[in-house]
């Protein structure tokens, strides 16, 4: 609060306001994991969320281990992409059009 203008808004406002700004918002953490998953899976990293144990150290243990979590993440980024908002009537074209790469990674540093 130190430094920073209040913005006031009327009790018509707040409720579209608070629809776009939470939209948004779901919209960027949606993007930010999405960017998050393609990431692991094109650099062919395992993120911490995701434990799969298999036993054996054979080649064709670590192939399964490796199939399994290539699998699990697509199925993630497939679970994402399904929940993550469409774009809305209430959301300006502009706004998510405004998701650079650089605002995604900002976010994604935050969320994860």
Do not use: W
Not at 30 to 47: M, T
């Amino acid at each position: 609060m130190h430094g920073e203008k209040m913005k006031f808004v009327n009790a018509q406002q707040a409720k579209p306001y608070n629809i776009y700004k939470n939209t948004k918002l779901k919209l960027l953490k949606s993007n930010a994991a999405i960017l998050f998953n393609k990431i692991c899976r094109d650099r062919q990293l395992q993120p911490r969320y995701i434990n799969i144990k298999i036993k054996g150290g054979k080649q064709q243990d670590t192939k399964t281990a490796a199939n399994a979590i290539r699998f699990h993440i697509n199925q993630e980024i497939e679970a994402v992409q399904r929940i993550a908002p469409q774009g809305s009537p209430r959301i300006p074209a502009k706004c998510i059009a405004a998701t650079t790469p650089e605002l995604i990674v900002g976010i994604l540093i935050s969320v994860f």
